[in-house]
């Protein structure tokens, strides 16, 4: 066993067989016992991304099974993965920040180094999310487009839904300026709940709060949210975050319906 390879899991999501999901932490032990990186999108040039991708992969058993990943653009685009033969290629082109599917043995995922990351599931239908969310697809309220995706494609009922919301850079050090805090005013009056002054006029927006209002928007219960509330930014340097580093990694949150 990899002892740095500790993958990050909801114990929610770990009631329901047919699941397999994870987030991956930043460092593993290499085969010669030195300490390394994950590196999932060639950042560095090393070539290693896809011995990386089978090293993260196995410790959640499904080594054969890479991740469905699209083109993320901050947006609220929702891809539904219906066909089973479309090649990794292909739907990396595809620009989008959401992706579904009912199909099993079909892992999905979504990249960050600071956005949210969401997992979202039907346990009725088994139906699997994979979210990216930054601020601007939290704008344009990406997670109520998908709740709303799972009720058009699938018959899904809000009120079913189980979300995870994984980690992301907090309300203590995401600091923004004023002018992005006006579309969620627009949309939420309780402002206590999702951001508080900052320095020189900036504010600390909340991004994991503005989701989980947006859920609630959506028809999700209370109840069927949770959250690992780990700052990527300030509680701890084994996550990846874009604001404290610049030029990073990416930590890779992924689910799948057990064949």
């Not at 709060?209 to 700052?231: P, T, V, W, Y």
Request: aromatic residues 10%; proline residues 4%.
């Amino acid at each position: 066993m990899n002892t740095l390879l500790k993958k990050i899991k909801f114990n929610q999501f770990e009631n329901f067989p047919e699941l397999i999901h994870g987030i991956s932490p930043r460092y593993f032990k290499n085969d010669q016992e030195g300490i390394e990186e994950f590196n999932f999108r060639d950042c560095d040039g090393s070539g290693k991304t896809k011995d990386h991708s089978k090293i993260f992969l196995e410790s959640l058993g499904i080594a054969n099974r890479r991740p469905v990943v699209v083109d993320q653009v901050h947006s609220d685009k929702v891809f539904i993965l219906e066909n089973a033969d479309r090649t990794h290629n292909e739907i990396v082109q595809v620009q989008a920040d959401a992706l579904l599917t009912n199909l099993v043995g079909k892992a999905i995922g979504v990249f960050t180094a600071d956005c949210l990351p969401i997992l979202i599931y039907d346990p009725r239908l088994k139906v699997i999310g994979a979210i990216h969310a930054g601020r601007k697809g939290s704008e344009q309220n990406i997670l109520f487009k998908v709740v709303r995706e799972m009720v058009s494609v699938y018959g899904s009922c809000p009120e079913e839904l189980m979300v995870g919301f994984g980690p992301a850079i907090g309300g203590c050090c995401y600091e923004v300026g004023a002018d992005c805090l006006q579309p969620f005013q627009t949309q939420f009056k309780d402002a206590k709940d999702w951001f508080r002054p900052g320095s020189s006029g900036k504010y600390y927006l909340d991004l994991l709060a503005i989701n989980k209002m947006d859920a609630e928007r959506a028809g999700l219960m209370q109840g069927n949210m949770f959250s690992l509330d780990h700052c990527t930014c300030c509680s701890s340097p084994q996550m990846f975050s874009y604001r404290r580093e610049g030029k990073t990694g990416r930590i890779l949150t992924t689910i799948m319906l057990r064949p």
